[in-house]
């Protein structure tokens, strides 16, 4: 432990039902020793130990949170990952007791074979990191293992809204963008002659259409953002007059059609700080469903973006908007003033209790560059990596910044 910068980290697999094997001499890591992938703690059964000069930490853990699929062959005592990447796949077969490794059918000799602690399998942390791309490193003074996911391709949502066309040309980086040019109004009227979100005017040759074709022919799927905030109870005459909610539903479908718009961003908040929250969450849905339908019926797609279930506002049930959208957008900021980065602990809350209703595929982590910086934007790409959702939505273009930017692109494919 006098020299643990010069040790080789390692890793480990948790799998209970492991066979025993004959006990070998550990040593406790050092007390308080802690993992943290991407910025933030990742949690870890047993505690890290030294064998052979060698430390160990969990792997199971740490392959399920970078998204490794693991099997154990209890028979052979064979444990095999396997991942996909840019640079092809890469299958590692370990078994416990053995120092010889298979990575592609290739052997690889491993410091300290696999040893099952405690029911947790452990294997060299720096042989995970060779092979499967994530970086690794060791704080003595900290006593903490810090570990770097590897870039990963996953869908990625850009707002883009007044004040955004600075940063046009990081349009065909995102898989799709939401254009935020329109708004149910003070009256409940669906607009895009707003004060705050209003459509463009012309400037020679580049036209809001034009902006939204390029995307389109570029790869990138254009949608129809409409906002709404509920401060004078507009969102909550739509909710309550029918007439007046088909009406708007009917000019959202027809706008995003008649502007080569391949699908529309519903962010509507505000519902359920006070009141019937059911009895909101209720009328939302009615409101949902029938846009669902119209929009399906003209060949558009859904998305829904949604304050965070550990937020203020519980007017929207996200089990049911799911059912009835292609995806749903967790708005994870504002918890506090916007005026740092967002707390971890919240955005992490906030996944964790939409995945309780939702399933992981339809998921998309909402990111504040207002309020994050090029550190904290990573850490949030990190949760959105470690608990495998459908990908990312950055509000918004025209705020990102090159730093920034630069730091994404090391996190996620852009």
Do not use: H
Not at 13 to 22: D, K, Q, R, W
Not at 211 to 233: C, F, R, W
Not at 328 to 356: F, T, W
Request: charged share 20%.
């Amino acid at each position: 432990m006098k020299r643990l910068t010069k040790l080789l980290l390692c890793a480990a697999i948790s799998v209970s039902s492991f066979a025993a094997l004959p006990a070998q001499p550990t040593q406790a890591a050092p007390a308080g020793v802690s993992i943290m992938l991407d910025g933030y703690p990742l949690p870890f059964p047993v505690e890290p130990a030294v064998m052979s000069g060698t430390t160990l930490v969990p792997f199971r853990a740490i392959a399920e949170a970078l998204g490794i699929p693991v099997v154990w062959d209890q028979a052979a005592s064979k444990i095999t990952a396997t991942t996909s990447g840019a640079a092809g796949t890469t299958k590692v077969i370990l078994t416990l007791g053995s120092k010889n490794a298979a990575v592609n059918g290739a052997t690889v000799k491993l410091a300290v074979a696999p040893q099952n602690i405690r029911g947790t399998t452990m294997i060299p942390l720096s042989f995970f990191g060779q092979q499967f791309g994530a970086a690794v490193s060791w704080n003595q003074a900290s006593k903490t293992v810090s570990i770097t996911s590897p870039k990963k391709d996953m869908y990625t949502l850009g707002f883009y809204a007044q004040g955004a066309y600075s940063e046009v040309s990081r349009i065909p980086d995102f898989s799709a963008v939401a254009f935020g040019w329109s708004r149910i109004d003070r009256s409940g009227q669906f607009t895009t002659a707003s004060t705050d979100f209003w459509w463009p005017k012309a400037d020679g040759d580049v036209t809001p259409e034009s902006i939204v074709q390029n995307a389109a022919a570029g790869g990138t799927t254009p949608y129809l953002m409409v906002y709404s905030g509920d401060k004078e109870l507009e969102l909550t005459k739509n909710m309550e007059d029918l007439e007046l909610q088909q009406k708007t539903i009917t000019s959202i479908v027809d706008l995003a059609s008649q502007k080569g718009f391949k699908g529309i961003g519903l962010d509507l908040e505000g519902l359920g700080m006070t009141g019937d929250k059911k009895l909101v969450q209720s009328q939302y849905n009615v409101f949902v469903k029938k846009l669902s339908v119209m929009a399906r019926a003209a060949g558009l797609k859904l998305t829904v973006i949604l304050p965070p279930l550990n937020g203020s506002y519980k007017g929207y049930d996200y089990k049911t908007l799911a059912s009835l959208a292609d995806d749903l957008v967790i708005m994870a900021y504002a918890y506090e003033d916007e005026s740092g980065p967002e707390p971890m602990n919240k955005v992490d809350e906030g996944i964790r209790l939409a995945l309780q209703q939702v399933d992981k595929s339809k998921l998309v982590l909402g990111i504040s560059v207002y309020s994050e910086n090029a550190t904290s934007v990573n850490a949030k790409i990190g949760l959105a990596k470690r608990y495998g959702l459908k990908g990312i939505a950055i509000w918004r273009l025209g705020l990102i910044g090159q730093p920034v930017w630069n730091e994404m692109s090391k996190s996620v494919e852009l």
